[in-house]
Protein backbone atom coordinates (compact mmCIF):
# COMPACT_ATOMS: atom_id res chain seq x y z
CA UNK A 1 0.00 0.00 0.00
CA UNK A 2 1.52 3.30 -0.85
CA UNK A 3 2.49 5.54 1.40
CA UNK A 4 1.76 8.87 -0.86
CA UNK A 5 -1.53 10.04 -2.27
CA UNK A 6 -1.91 8.91 -5.61
CA UNK A 7 -3.92 11.55 -7.89
CA UNK A 8 -7.42 10.37 -9.02
CA UNK A 9 -6.29 11.21 -12.91
CA UNK A 10 -2.89 9.13 -12.42
CA UNK A 11 -4.72 5.87 -11.26
CA UNK A 12 -7.13 6.12 -13.85
CA UNK A 13 -4.32 6.32 -16.64
CA UNK A 14 -2.26 3.46 -14.92
CA UNK A 15 -5.31 1.33 -14.48
CA UNK A 16 -6.28 2.20 -18.22
CA UNK A 17 -2.82 1.25 -19.09
CA UNK A 18 -2.83 -2.04 -17.32
CA UNK A 19 -5.91 -2.84 -18.63
CA UNK A 20 -7.53 -3.49 -15.18
CA UNK A 21 -5.24 -6.34 -14.87
CA UNK A 22 -2.77 -7.26 -11.99
CA UNK A 23 0.83 -7.11 -13.81
CA UNK A 24 1.83 -10.37 -12.10
CA UNK A 25 -1.15 -12.61 -12.13
CA UNK A 26 -2.63 -11.12 -14.18
CA UNK A 27 -5.96 -11.72 -12.65
CA UNK A 28 -8.79 -9.40 -13.95
CA UNK A 29 -10.46 -6.56 -11.60
CA UNK A 30 -14.39 -6.92 -12.60
CA UNK A 31 -13.70 -10.89 -12.62
CA UNK A 32 -12.07 -10.44 -8.86
CA UNK A 33 -14.36 -7.81 -7.50
CA UNK A 34 -11.94 -5.98 -5.58
CA UNK A 35 -10.14 -3.10 -6.30
CA UNK A 36 -6.38 -3.41 -7.70
CA UNK A 37 -3.64 -1.24 -5.99
CA UNK A 38 -1.33 0.21 -7.73
CA UNK A 39 2.27 -1.04 -6.97
CA UNK A 40 5.77 1.45 -7.04
CA UNK A 41 7.91 -0.94 -9.06
CA UNK A 42 10.97 0.43 -7.52
CA UNK A 43 9.33 0.81 -3.81
CA UNK A 44 8.85 4.13 -1.79
CA UNK A 45 10.85 2.31 0.97
CA UNK A 46 13.87 1.84 -1.80
CA UNK A 47 13.36 5.99 -3.04
CA UNK A 48 10.66 4.96 -5.67
CA UNK A 49 8.82 7.84 -6.66
CA UNK A 50 5.17 8.39 -7.05
CA UNK A 51 5.20 9.06 -10.83
CA UNK A 52 3.06 7.39 -13.71
CA UNK A 53 6.68 5.22 -15.39
CA UNK A 54 6.98 3.48 -11.67
CA UNK A 55 3.42 2.37 -11.46
CA UNK A 56 1.58 -0.33 -12.25
CA UNK A 57 -1.69 -2.10 -11.12
CA UNK A 58 -1.13 -5.20 -8.93
CA UNK A 59 -4.33 -7.15 -7.31
CA UNK A 60 -3.84 -6.76 -3.33
CA UNK A 61 -1.72 -10.06 -2.70
CA UNK A 62 0.16 -9.55 -5.58
CA UNK A 63 1.34 -6.27 -4.46
CA UNK A 64 1.42 -7.39 -0.76
CA UNK A 65 3.78 -10.76 -1.27
CA UNK A 66 6.12 -7.95 -3.41
CA UNK A 67 6.33 -5.67 -1.10
CA UNK A 68 9.36 -3.61 -1.20
CA UNK A 69 11.42 -6.10 -3.07
CA UNK A 70 12.77 -5.58 -6.33
CA UNK A 71 14.61 -9.25 -6.73
CA UNK A 72 13.67 -12.91 -5.47
CA UNK A 73 15.95 -15.92 -6.39
CA UNK A 74 14.98 -18.39 -9.19
CA UNK A 75 14.05 -21.63 -8.16
CA UNK A 76 16.05 -23.57 -10.34
CA UNK A 77 19.48 -21.53 -10.15
CA UNK A 78 19.41 -20.28 -7.09
CA UNK A 79 20.27 -17.10 -8.55
CA UNK A 80 19.07 -13.51 -7.22
CA UNK A 81 17.33 -12.01 -10.52
CA UNK A 82 14.99 -8.96 -10.90
CA UNK A 83 11.38 -9.30 -10.60
CA UNK A 84 9.14 -9.03 -13.62
CA UNK A 85 8.60 -5.50 -14.47
CA UNK A 86 5.00 -5.11 -15.88
CA UNK A 87 5.52 -1.53 -17.38
CA UNK A 88 8.77 -2.48 -19.47
CA UNK A 89 8.69 -6.18 -19.74
CA UNK A 90 6.07 -7.98 -21.97
CA UNK A 91 4.51 -10.77 -19.66
CA UNK A 92 4.47 -13.56 -22.40
CA UNK A 93 7.53 -13.52 -22.82
CA UNK A 94 8.36 -14.40 -18.98
CA UNK A 95 5.21 -16.52 -18.36
CA UNK A 96 3.06 -18.85 -19.60
CA UNK A 97 -0.59 -20.58 -19.18
CA UNK A 98 -0.89 -24.20 -18.15
CA UNK A 99 -2.69 -25.91 -20.75
CA UNK A 100 -6.22 -25.66 -18.31
CA UNK A 101 -5.43 -22.23 -18.19
CA UNK A 102 -5.11 -22.23 -14.62
CA UNK A 103 -1.60 -21.83 -12.99
CA UNK A 104 1.09 -19.67 -14.38
CA UNK A 105 4.98 -21.09 -15.75
CA UNK A 106 7.66 -18.85 -15.43
CA UNK A 107 9.72 -19.00 -18.56
CA UNK A 108 12.85 -17.40 -17.95
CA UNK A 109 14.84 -16.55 -14.55
CA UNK A 110 12.57 -13.49 -14.40
CA UNK A 111 9.42 -15.35 -14.66
CA UNK A 112 9.93 -18.07 -12.54
CA UNK A 113 11.73 -15.92 -9.69
CA UNK A 114 8.33 -13.68 -9.95
CA UNK A 115 6.02 -16.69 -9.58
CA UNK A 116 7.90 -18.09 -6.98
CA UNK A 117 8.27 -14.83 -4.63
CA UNK A 118 4.78 -13.28 -5.54
CA UNK A 119 3.10 -17.10 -5.54
CA UNK A 120 1.65 -16.76 -8.53
CA UNK A 121 -0.07 -20.10 -7.98
CA UNK A 122 -1.56 -19.62 -4.74
CA UNK A 123 -3.77 -22.54 -4.03
CA UNK A 124 -7.06 -19.97 -3.40
CA UNK A 125 -5.59 -18.29 -7.02
CA UNK A 126 -5.26 -21.45 -8.93
CA UNK A 127 -9.20 -23.06 -7.57
CA UNK A 128 -10.56 -19.44 -8.43
CA UNK A 129 -8.98 -19.28 -12.04
CA UNK A 130 -10.21 -22.99 -12.72
CA UNK A 131 -13.98 -21.37 -11.76
CA UNK A 132 -13.44 -18.27 -14.17
CA UNK A 133 -11.76 -21.26 -17.33
CA UNK A 134 -15.27 -22.61 -17.14
CA UNK A 135 -16.88 -19.52 -17.11
CA UNK A 136 -15.37 -18.56 -20.11
CA UNK A 137 -13.51 -15.23 -18.25
CA UNK A 138 -9.95 -16.48 -18.10
CA UNK A 139 -6.96 -16.94 -19.08
CA UNK A 140 -6.77 -13.25 -20.21
CA UNK A 141 -6.06 -12.80 -24.35
CA UNK A 142 -4.04 -9.69 -23.85
CA UNK A 143 -1.31 -11.37 -22.07
CA UNK A 144 0.43 -8.00 -23.09
Not at 48 to 66: H, I
Request: charge should be neutral; hydrophobic fraction near 35%; glycine fraction near 6%.
Amino acid sequence: MSKSYIPKALRERVEKQAQHHCGYCRSQADVVGAPMELDHLLPEALGGLTVEENLWLACTLCNCYKNDRIAALDPETGELVRLFNPRLQRWNEHFAWTPEGDQIIGQTLTGRATVSALKLNRSTLVRARRRWVSAGWHPPSDEG
